[in-house]
RNA sequence: GCCGAAGUGGCGGAAUUGGUAGACGCGCUGGAUUCAAAAUCCAGUUCUUUCGGGAGUGCGGGUUCGAUUCCCGCCUUCGGUACCA
């Protein structure tokens, strides 16, 4: 018999590696294929199960691109900076370089064992200093263009300033954050400090004012992630919005190229509809409002200027720039309390918050149009962010400001008639307006229109499109990331390292703890923070997104030290064919992406204007998360309560906290707990809380403490919950065990069995003997009596039906991303061709083949006792004969008005009306008939008979 | 809250354009083999039933000869929500 899996496995990962056999060059006598996964994140868990769903997809794609004659390009490398090493630097002082490498290396050799056909000669990982110094460059570049929205291009900054100098910037078009105009002559007059800044404004990187997760106790600013119910998850302390000047990149320069494009890419419907409504395009006015006994305006932007006599009042985000300044003496108390407020909550906190809030500043703004007095007032339902960071109210024809209004007394006239659209709610932009002067009568399109007109008229604003899509924060206050190429001489203007002198490497360093007022930790190596006298470099560093944003490009000429990528290497790849990875990456990284990508298009330097040609989501596997709740209420000891004593599991009484997955007993069971043992590594791992006491039915258990409940007595029940397997909940499984015990064919082809690519599914290992079965059955087929040995005679019609129907299935199914159903066929098959003894050369030798891709391993094994020399992963890939496949006979279900009553053979040829008569006559069809009158007799050519009485 | 997706036996799932609901696999039941067990093989397995049938694809409606599939209204779960990646 065949040997031993494992046996198998590593002869044969030897054998590719030294035959470089999935080694691609460019080619230019095949036609290309780029096969992309989403790179990894080497967690510190390992490659979990879910990983490799999508990398196992798309390997299995590769390998039939290559079967069926493609040069195909199939990297993979690593996703390397980013938060998780710094924490975990934080409390084991292991530094992230170090753990990253060991980290990468674990799941380089998890990667190979799972038989990917992957080019490893071409391995990236964002953290090398080879690779950043590319990052970077990019980084510089652009800073040093702007984008002109009559081109819709990127053009050097260059170009700005001479156009400034002849002519200001007042007639300029371009994407920018300036809000003063300023002539020629003005700007030859303004000193260097002054003309920085406002080009600042203008280029594609730059810096501005931005809030950040802010706290305090633990001196450093926190990701979304880290925070949870308003405090800080490593704790529980409180977290608060703090200003800080940040770099960003302007991506909503492009707002309208990521928008349109989308419709040329082959991509779901779903994920550009997600990128459609995150980009948020709206056609609107902005409008100003004089406020009573102030100098200050105030700029709104609505959708929906017909209704503007009826804006009763204003609301300003509370964050706005005016709120300080606006405010009364006397509500001075209460705005400051309410802002105070809404600093403590998140974005998402705010926008999920059902309850209305909001503070009245004391100020009044006139309305425009009705000259009225409206009284200004902040609420979180308006977003700094979003549009200007103020709206006018119009309680009679919004969801949300009729809510406002009615909590808080406010006026509310109605401006439109609906009556003539029965079922229409407030979000439909349909009636007749009334109470509104000269818009009265008017349908509301044609009302927005020309309430627009007259806003330009009389000059108090103007027609413009609004994106929900904000500039990308690049800023993070950590040290595990890109450094910026940027310092500040003593005037703080800013230089960007040159070319040559990149990479700025990042300086080593054993303490990473964060820097002074939330800076990073960069700033305490001061000799490298500052290189000379009243030179400072940039201390932050950059997003983990920062590297991604590319790195599909550096596949294709990767050891590359003059340029990024060759232009040769990037004109035969041109772009990601196929690029599989998670929806969560739907927005963020796929925007960042296209975004980088369209800007080095804009500089010629790739051919291509989209990165990802056809994109393919793979669903997640879950796992189960298991969750104890930190009672908020006690400072100290910190106090956990078990599951079963909390009764509002909603309450903000508590704090979910995540635990890691092995510390539970029975996880995943409605009797999930932490035992005494479980309490220990809990408290191990998470050393903030050795002092905590954990309260259970029974008793309570305290580290240390001589009056803890014991052994089976703690019981300490753990929330489970199903989600996903993240690195960020603690719950991931290693697929190492998997393929240890079942072969790694049988692990990759589990996956696969498991369900749609798309779906998401949660893991369960039972169910893998199916597989494993068949895997052995198929097997078998070449095996008598113990021995290797082939029929060399004739098949049949019947074994090459069944062989033929196997091959197409199986390759309209890998087109289609279905290799469920796939596998699900090849099954069929081997069941078929076991029952018919089949051994014959002429059906197993195409069979070994089609199963290649799904089973590298044991199918190369074969292949060689085939008496093959190459490689089966660069044999052909085999084709199906129709003409095996005709019936002459089809079978039709007999129905009574729908409901299957029996079924019947016909032949191929015969005519409906033949078919019908036959059907009339059989005996169970006039029991069902017994004197009742046929209405129709359907028949449906091939497919079924339907009596209608 | 907003955006996207999913919901079919005990479980994972299948079902070209609206045409046999439950392919394939797990699990379970019974049998064969065995001293016994594992493994293997064979048969059965949506629920219900007065054994004629009846019901059934998250819930409530609708279109149709016929709906898992199309339309309207809900419910639940998952992902994202701009500093996890």
Redesign the pocket.
């Known amino acids: 018999m065949i040997g031993k899996y494992s046996d198998i496995e590593k002869k044969w990962k030897k054998y590719w590696q030294d035959q470089a056999t999935y080694k691609v060059d460019i080619d230019h006598d095949k036609p290309k294929y780029y096969v992309l996964d989403m790179f990894?994140?080497p967690s510190g868990a390992g490659l979990h199960v879910g990983h490799p769903l999508g990398y196992i997809a798309s390997d299995i794609f590769s390998r039939y691109k290559r079967m069926t004659g493609y040069n195909v390009l199939h990297p993979m490398g690593f996703?390397a900076?980013?938060?998780?090493a710094e924490e975990y630097a934080l409390q084991t002082g292991i530094h992230p370089a170090v753990s990253t490498k060991e980290n990468m290396q674990r799941y380089r050799e998890q990667l190979s064992n799972l038989g990917f056909s992957f080019d490893w000669s071409r391995e990236l990982y964002t953290c090398d200093p080879k690779y950043y110094k590319w990052t970077q460059w990019i980084f510089t570049e652009l800073y040093k263009h702007y984008f002109d929205n009559q081109t819709q291009r990127a053009h050097p900054i260059d170009e700005l300033i001479k156009i400034f100098e002849k002519e200001g910037n007042t007639k300029v078009d371009v994407a920018n954050t300036q809000d003063e105009s300023f002539s020629a002559s003005e700007w030859s007059t303004y000193d260097e400090v002054t003309r920085e800044a406002i080009l600042m404004n203008y280029r594609l990187a730059y810096r501005k004012v931005g809030y950040?997760?802010w706290c305090e106790e633990l001196g450093t600013?926190?990701?979304?992630?880290q925070v949870k119910d308003g405090i800080s998850e490593r704790g529980g302390h409180p977290v608060v919005q703090k200003a800080?000047t940040?770099w960003y990149l302007r991506i909503t320069a492009y707002a309208d190229r990521l928008l349109n494009d989308l419709e040329s890419i082959d991509w779901s419907?779903?994920?550009k509809?997600?990128q459609r409504?995150?980009i948020?395009k709206s056609e609107g006015c902005s409008i100003f409002f004089n406020v009573k006994d102030s100098d200050e305006t105030i700029e709104i932007f609505t959708t929906r200027a017909d209704t503007i006599f009826g804006a009763t009042y204003m609301v300003l985000a509370p964050e706005h720039d005016l709120v300080k300044q606006l405010t009364t003496d006397d509500q001075r108390e209460s705005v400051e309390q309410y802002v105070a407020y809404v600093k403590s909550k998140s974005?998402?906190e705010r926008?999920?918050e059902?309850e209305v809030t909001g503070a009245f500043i004391g100020a009044y703004a006139i309305n425009p149009f009705t000259n009225t007095e409206i009284p200004i007032w902040i609420g979180e339902y308006v977003l700094k962010d979003y549009g200007t960071g103020a709206i006018m109210a119009v309680p009679s024809d919004d969801d949300r400001d009729k809510l406002f209004a009615t909590k808080f007394g406010l006026e509310i006239i109605d401006v439109v008639d609906k009556s003539k659209y029965p079922g229409a709610t407030l979000k439909d932009k349909v009636g007749v307006i009334i109470n509104s002067g000269f818009l009265n009568g008017l349908e509301v399109p044609e009302a927005i229109i020309a309430a627009h007109h007259k806003v330009e008229e009389l000059k108090i604003g103007k027609a413009v499109s609004n994106y929900?899509?904000?500039d990308?924060?690049f800023?993070?206050?950590r040290y595990w990331g890109e450094p910026f190429p940027v310092t500040y001489d003593s005037k703080g203007i800013v230089n960007m390292v040159e070319q040559e002198h990149l990479p700025v490497m990042l300086p080593d360093t054993d303490d990473f703890k964060p820097g002074k007022g939330g800076q990073s930790p960069l700033s305490r190596i001061t000799d490298w923070a500052n290189p000379s006298v009243g030179i400072s470099r940039e201390t932050d560093t950059m997003?983990?997104?920062a590297g991604?944003s590319w790195y599909f490009l550096r596949y294709m000429d990767p050891h590359n030290d003059q340029e990024f990528a060759s232009q040769e290497a990037v004109n035969y790849w041109q772009s990601v064919d196929l690029y599989v990875g998670g929806?969560?990456?739907?927005?963020?990284h796929l925007m960042y992406s296209r975004f980088w990508h369209k800007f080095l298009h804009d500089k010629g330097l790739v051919p291509t204007n989209e990165p990802f040609k056809k994109l393919v989501n793979q669903g997640?596997i879950?796992g189960v998360i298991e969750f104890i709740f930190l009672d908020k209420t006690i400072d100290t000891p910190k106090t956990f309560v078990s599951a079963d004593l909390v009764e509002d599991l909603e309450s903000n009484r508590y704090a979910k906290i995540p635990v890691h997955v092995d510390f539970v007993t029975n996880y995943g069971s409605p009797n999930s707990h932490l035992n005494s043992e479980g309490i220990e590594k809990f408290i191990a791992w998470r050393p903030e809380y050795t002092d905590a006491v954990f309260k259970f039915k029974e008793g309570t258990y305290q580290k240390n403490n001589a009056e803890n409940s014991t052994g089976d007595k703690v019981n300490m029940l753990t929330l489970s919950?199903?989600?996903?397997m993240?690195?960020?909940k603690f719950n991931v499984i290693n697929p190492d065990e998997v393929t240890a015990k079942y072969g790694t064919d049988c692990f990759r082809m589990y996956e696969m069995?498991?369900?749609?690519i798309e779906?998401?599914?949660p893991w369960?290992t039972?169910?893998i003997?199916?597989?494993s079965?068949?895997l052995k059955?198929f097997i078998e087929l070449f095996y008598s009596n113990e021995e290797f040995n082939l029929d060399e005679s004739s098949a049949s019609s019947q074994e090459l039906k069944i062989l033929h129907t196997a091959i197409k299935k199986v390759r309209s199914d890998i087109e289609n991303f279905?290799f469920?159903?796939s596998?699900?066929a090849m099954?069929?098959a081997v069941?078929e061709l076991r029952k018919l003894k089949c051994n014959k050369r002429q059906i197993l030798d195409p069979f070994v083949r089609l199963i290649a891709p799904f089973a590298p391993f044991v199918s190369e094994e074969i292949w060689t006792l085939l008496g093959n020399k190459n490689s089966i992963h660069h044999a052909d890939y085999p084709a199906h004969d129709e003409s095996y496949l005709v019936e002459d006979q089809i079978?039709y279900?007999i129905?009574i008005?729908?409901?299957?009553r029996g079924?019947e053979e016909f032949a191929k040829n015969m005519s409906n009306d033949d078919i019908s008569k036959i059907v009339l006559e059989l005996d169970y069809v006039a029991k069902w008939i017994d004197g009742k009158t046929i209405k129709?007799v359907?028949v449906?050519p091939g497919?079924?008979v339907?009596v209608?009485i």
Request: include cysteine; charge should be positive; glycine fraction near 8%.
């Open positions: 990894p994140y996703d900076f980013g938060l998780p950040v997760n600013v926190l990701a979304n992630d800080m940040q419907h779903s994920l509809t997600i409504n995150w948020g974005e998402v926008m999920a059902k929900k899509l904000r990308a924060n800023s993070r206050q997003p983990a997104v991604s929806s969560e990456h739907a927005v963020a997640m879950q919950e199903v989600g996903k993240s690195k960020s069995f498991l369900g749609p779906q998401s599914k369960d039972n169910g003997d199916g597989v079965k068949f059955k279905s469920n159903t596998i699900s099954m069929v069941n079978s279900p129905c008005n729908g409901k299957k079924i129709r359907i449906v497919r079924m339907n209608v």
